[in-house]
């Protein structure tokens, strides 16, 4: 089964600056998408950015980017310029890609980290 | 094009009751899962309908269960609600091409609490 891990259960930036946050995981599929989802306070959880694991490119969507070291299983986020609106829980994700793969048509998240915006 | 629907996006039930959970996916995607949030457990998987065919469950009890219309609307139902069910219920879609799973898009979830 696979298993998604964020180690920091809160972060803090100060505006304008930038953060990183950390995710592992654990699969032994070669074909599976990675996400990064922003869910602030309350409100609607939004898809931040997709990694699909056979490209190698890391994936870039304006001020966030992600490094994806797929040998060691590890995917951060990256928020560039940090904004208020920044402010949420950030949950990092894994998907099978394959519709083959019957059991695995499930999100795999972890447990989110809480990023803290400070003006 | 209109997000993922759910409705309502509040309820207050009792211990014994039952509900039932309505979620619109993105016009065009046949999928749709479910998932359950709690400070707690965190974000769990339910359930997944495509084609009106459940193809995958997670560990929950028989209590919840769900079912897909036609029109890839989806419906999510519990029976014999307990204090441990207060949750926030999120429904995603998502396309599948290809034979590739595409990104799951999520909607506004609905936000029951049981006294």
């Known amino acids: 089964a696979q298993t998604v891990t964020q180690s920091q259960p809160e972060m803090s930036v100060q505006e304008a600056e930038t953060v990183t946050l950390s995710c592992t995981y654990d699969?032994?599929?070669?074909?599976?998408?990675l996400f990064w989802y922003k869910q602030p306070p309350s409100r609607q959880m939004i898809l931040v950015i997709r990694?699909?694991?056979?490209?190698?490119q890391n994936a870039t969507e304006n001020r966030f980017s992600v490094n994806f070291q797929k040998a060691a299983k590890s995917f951060s986020l990256k928020i560039s310029d940090s904004q208020l609106g920044d402010a949420a829980m950030y949950f990092c994700a894994y998907r099978s890609a394959s519709v083959s793969r019957g059991s695995n048509y499930k999100l795999t998240f972890g447990k989110g980290t809480l990023l803290t915006v400070n003006p | 094009k209109a997000g993922v629907t759910q409705t309502p996006r509040y309820l207050i039930k009792t211990r014994g009751q039952q509900v039932t959970l309505s979620c619109s996916p993105i016009?065009?995607?046949?999928?749709v899962s479910w998932y359950q949030q709690t400070p707690g457990q965190g974000l769990q998987f339910l359930f997944e309908?495509?084609?009106?065919?459940?193809?995958n469950k997670g560990n929950f009890p028989g209590r919840f269960s769900g079912r897909q219309f036609s029109n890839s609307r989806s419906e999510m139902n519990v029976s014999t609600l307990e204090l441990g069910d207060s949750a926030l219920y999120l429904c995603?879609?998502?396309?599948?091409?290809?034979?590739?799973?595409?990104?799951?898009?999520f909607g506004p979830g609905t936000r029951l609490l049981v006294l």
């Open positions: 995603a879609s998502s396309l599948t091409t290809g034979g590739r799973l595409e990104t799951q898009y």
């Open positions: 990694q699909e694991a056979y490209k190698q």
């Open positions: 016009s065009g995607h046949r999928s």
């Open positions: 699969t032994s599929e070669s074909d599976y998408y």
């Open positions: 309908y495509f084609s009106e065919t459940q193809r």
